[in-house]
């Protein structure tokens, strides 16, 4: 029954088998399958596990009693037949006593094995195996930190087995990794599978997101292609193993992951999980975490493999103690000090009282002779004045004043030279004089606001650039890791190819021996028939004689001949074609006899031929084949220090990022150290302020209060003390 073709033809869905699947008796042909017992649900159908591709089936054999796992797919899989006879061939090949466990199932590719209505339609029969996959196992045992570790390592080994046989599995998950009775691993599910034999045709899928590196690509399909996928998975073993609570923290019940998700590859510095794997205490989690983000974003084919570059477990985190804080004083004593500031500056005491240590006087007090003489000097020169008037003495007007004005300024110079007034004085040039001395408050407030706010952008723009700096260290350590590895890979592939060539090499040298060989053997057969002593029929001693003078005297000096036109005599000669490539035309030999000289050569070199050596001795194969060892030898310490350079310049690269990491927290602890030693100066300037402001207040106050006091020393106040004594 013909078929649409592959990329044409629909294909049925899981249901559709399951109904098929409930008489095998009609829709299988194939003498296992047919009349198996499929396993069934509650409901009485035939159970599916279905995935993205097909749905798997549990089918009893009715002849063998033996169980499979039948493979029915939903879905078009370009070159499928191709594909799965290309991997079944490959891991036919694998010598079970060289792997590690016995990962591998026996599968077989039925192509039309099933009918689904009036089509038949390929089946995959698989080997069934009693076993849980990967996360229901750590369900159950995540506890077990033995059996965890021991587990992981199994993996490990597992992984080391694929690549030493360039085997990729291309979907390596929970779902994938089956954990037998006796805790090894079992692969399933071989769709995406890559072997050597499908070099060239592209992958059929990119693998379960949870597991795959965000830099895989749909043309991603080769060797290196599980590599991300099993540090994932090795990480998370190792990181269970070592702290079992890390499964209840990360993982989610049912979950289609195991500690990570895409998301944590995609976005390192915002996952959770992520960081708090790299900062887990026990350095093997956080230097494989490390391991896993750094691979993150490196194309898959310079990713290096699980089985041989197992990262140096991280130191542990260097911890940092916490500086103790001063109690901070009483609120009392700190003179108001923010709350943001405490601890930071040293507790201050309250600032002083500023009180004038004299007050300032607002009277004046018992008179003195000096007042006594003032106070009569007024009624007499005016008294004076009067009588001159009243006498009629002619007094010019300012003459007339003349009294009043001296008693005007005796008046004045006797208030000024009153204790009083000196103290108020002497008072009041002190409060103004300490007040000089004092800095505006408003100015030095605004003078601190402008310098804490260029500290703290300063410090924001530090901040900021301390994880830039870290990041651009951490992508330069990526980058140099990242071109040694095209290096590594670049230079170990130039190797590979000289010693894949070495086979052939040494076949085509042992050919050229014995080439060699049989040209020699023949040549020196040839070179002991002398003309002279066994002529061909013709050629007397004479033409032999003749023929030595020009060098030929055995089979081995001449070749053949070569016929030549006389045009004197109208005939055809011949001259003797020389080993040499020279010609010798030699007297007497005419063209019938040179045919005699060719055919008599001809018959010694047949038969010499016939005799030749057909195989190199064993000495000789021996030296040739000691050559090729070695050469192989060479190109096998030429990878290996390929390698060490590689290794050499992971450690330069890692070395680098170490000592740029050290500096980079050296420079930010002082900086650090500096900013607190700032602050604690802001602290400081603050209380200073405080204390500032509180004194320029208090001298304020006591300077107006002084000058509100002086105004009871007026010159009408000391007029009217002189006459009433208050």
Same mark, same amino acid.
């Given at each position: 029954m013909g078929s649409p073709t592959g990329a044409q033809r629909q294909f049925p869905s899981g249901a559709a088998y399951a109904e098929a699947l409930q008489h095998t008796q009609l829709c299988f042909d194939h003498p296992e399958l047919k009349g198996a017992r499929p396993e069934l649900t509650k409901l009485g159908l035939p159970r599916a596990i279905s995935g993205a591709f097909a749905s798997v089936f549990s089918l009893t054999s009715a002849t063998s009693g033996r169980r499979y796992a039948v493979k029915c797919f939903t879905r078009h899989v370009p070159d499928q037949e191709t594909r799965y006879k290309a991997i079944s061939s490959r891991l036919a090949q694998l010598d079970p006593a060289e792997l590690s466990q016995p990962w591998n199932l026996g599968f077989e590719y039925l192509p039309d094995a099933i009918g689904v209505g009036p089509e038949r339609y390929p089946v995959l029969k698989m080997e069934w195996i009693e076993a849980v996959t990967l996360s229901a196992w750590l369900d159950d045992n995540h506890t077990d930190r033995f059996a965890v570790d021991r587990l992981a390592d199994r993996f490990e080994a597992l992984t080391r087995d694929l690549s030493e046989h360039e085997i990729a599995h291309g979907d390596l998950q929970h779902g994938n990794l089956l954990v037998a009775n006796d805790d090894t691993l079992r692969l399933v599910d071989y769709d995406g599978m890559y072997v050597p034999a499908l070099a060239g045709l592209g992958g059929t899928e990119r693998g379960h997101r949870n597991y795959q590196s965000p830099m895989r690509g749909n043309d991603d399909f080769g060797a290196a292609l599980d590599r991300f996928s099993a540090w994932v998975i090795f990480m998370s073993l190792k990181a269970t193993a070592a702290d079992p609570a890390l499964w209840h923290r990360l993982h989610e019940p049912s979950g289609e992951f195991l500690l990570l998700t895409e998301e944590d590859f995609k976005?390192?510095? #915002?996952?959770?999980?992520?960081?708090?794997?790299?900062?887990? $205490?026990?350095?093997?989690? !956080?230097?494989? /975490? @490390?391991?896993?983000?750094?691979?993150?974003?490196?194309?898959? @084919?310079?990713?290096?493999? %699980?089985?041989?570059? *197992?990262?140096?477990?991280?130191?542990?985190?260097?911890?940092?103690?916490?500086?103790?804080?001063? $109690?901070? /004083? $009483?609120?009392?004593?700190?003179?108001?000090?923010?709350?943001?500031m405490t601890g930071h500056v040293p507790p201050q005491t309250a600032p002083p009282s500023v009180v004038p240590s004299t007050t300032s006087p607002d009277s004046f007090h018992t008179r003195t002779p000096l007042d006594v003489v003032t106070a009569a000097l007024w009624p007499l020169l005016l008294a004076a004045t009067a009588l001159m008037i009243a006498a009629g003495f002619p007094v010019p007007l300012i003459g007339a004043g003349a009294p009043v004005i001296v008693a005007v300024l005796i008046t004045a110079f006797a208030r000024n030279r009153r204790v009083e007034r000196m103290q108020s004085r002497a008072v009041l040039t002190r409060l103004t004089d300490e007040l000089a001395q004092l800095e505006d408050p408003v100015k030095a407030a605004e003078k601190l606001r402008k310098d804490k706010a260029k500290f703290d952008a300063a410090e924001t723009k530090r901040t900021a650039a301390y994880p830039q700096a870290q990041d651009k260290l951490t992508a330069q350590y990526h980058?140099? &890791?990242?071109?040694?590895?095209?290096?590594?890979?670049?230079?170990?592939?130039? *190797? @590979?190819?000289?010693?894949? #060539? %070495?086979?052939?090499? &040494?076949?085509?040298?042992?050919?050229?021996? &014995?080439?060699?060989?049989?040209?020699?053997?023949?040549?020196?057969? %040839?070179?002991?028939? &002398?003309?002279?002593? !066994?002529?061909?029929?013709?050629? #007397?001693?004479?033409?032999a004689a003749r023929l030595a003078a020009e060098g030929i005297r055995t089979a081995a000096d001449f070749t053949g001949y070569r016929p030549v036109q006389n045009s004197s005599y109208n005939s055809t000669g011949a001259v003797l074609v020389l080993s040499s490539g020279r010609v010798a035309n030699v007297q007497g030999i005419g063209e019938a006899k040179a045919i005699a000289l060719d055919i008599w050569r001809k018959d010694l070199f047949a038969s010499a031929v016939a005799r030749q050596p057909t195989a190199l001795n064993a000495m000789e194969r021996q030296q040739i084949e000691r050559d090729a060892t070695r050469r192989r030898a060479q190109l096998n310490d030429q990878r290996k220090a390929v390698e060490s350079g590689t290794e050499a310049a992971r450690k330069q690269a890692r070395k680098n990022l170490e000592d740029g990491q050290e500096r980079l927290s050296r420079e930010n602890t002082l900086a650090g150290d500096r900013a607190r030693q700032q602050r604690q100066e802001f602290g400081r300037r603050t209380v200073a302020l405080q204390q500032n402001s509180a004194i320029h207040k208090t001298l304020s106050a006591s300077r107006d209060a002084a000058k509100l006091r002086r105004r009871g020393l007026s010159y009408a106040c000391y007029m009217r003390f002189l006459y009433i004594g208050r």
């Open positions: 976005n390192p510095g #915002g996952s959770t999980g992520l960081q708090t794997l790299l900062a887990h $205490p026990d350095p093997t989690v !956080s230097g494989l /975490a @490390d391991q896993v983000r750094s691979l993150a974003f490196q194309p898959l @084919d310079v990713l290096p493999p %699980l089985a041989h570059a *197992i990262p140096k477990q991280r130191t542990a985190a260097t911890t940092t103690a916490a500086a103790s804080v001063p $109690p901070t /004083a $009483p609120a009392a004593s700190t003179g108001g000090l923010p709350g943001w980058a140099e &890791l990242k071109e040694a590895e095209k290096r590594n890979v670049r230079k170990q592939r130039d *190797i @590979d190819k000289k010693i894949d #060539g %070495l086979s052939e090499e &040494l076949r085509r040298t042992l050919a050229k021996a &014995l080439a060699d060989k049989q040209t020699t053997y023949v040549r020196d057969q %040839l070179s002991r028939r &002398l003309i002279a002593q !066994s002529p061909p029929h013709g050629i #007397g001693p004479t033409l």
